[in-house]
């Protein structure tokens, strides 16, 4: 929804908000939100020193850039989102890799099944209050090979 202030001292909603833009020497305002999906907001905002400065020609001209900026935010922002997801699969990829090679080196130095031998990582992962892919990633370490690589196409 626009909100246009044409002028500030005579606004009544917002009277903190409205004192301090006049002590600023702003008389006029426009916020016009872009059209986001999901969560995010974002709001173009302009004030002037001008009172009724965002009339005419000048509102119809802030509401055209908001309707079509919007379109570029929004794949922005999908971008931004697809980035981050892919960024913590390739996270947890790698976190559950370095737990089921410590699980093996486990399962042959203790000859025992992989239920048993993950039950071994958790406990210790308990005993020394860390997560669990730190205790995994020191049981591989411990080994002296460098640590374990995870392999993927991405």
Same mark, same amino acid.
């Given at each position: ?49 001008? /009172? ?8 119809? &001209? &802030? ?23 892919? /960024?913590?699969?390739? /996270? #947890? ?30 406990? /210790?992962?308990? #005993? ?9 990633? &020191? ?16």
């Amino acid at each position: 929804m626009t909100v246009h202030v044409p002028e500030v001292k005579d606004e009544e909603r917002w009277p903190e908000y409205c004192e301090a833009l006049l002590d600023q020497g702003v008389r006029s305002v426009l916020a016009i939100p872009f059209r986001l999906e999901g969560e995010t907001k974002a709001t173009l905002l302009l004030y002037s020193h001008r /009172a009724c400065r965002f009339e005419g020609r000048v509102l119809t &001209a &802030a509401e055209d850039f908001v309707r079509q900026t919007s379109l570029a935010l929004r794949l922005a922002v999908r971008f931004a989102h697809y980035s981050e997801t892919a /960024a913590h699969l390739r /996270a #947890t990829l790698e976190s559950r890799t370095v737990i089921d090679v410590a699980v093996g080196i486990i399962m042959a130095q203790n000859r025992c099944s992989q239920q048993d031998a993950f039950e071994l990582l958790k406990a /210790a992962s308990s #005993t020394r209050n860390s997560k669990l892919h730190v205790v995994a990633a &020191a049981v591989v370490n411990a080994l002296g090979q460098g640590p374990a690589l995870t392999h993927y196409e991405g």
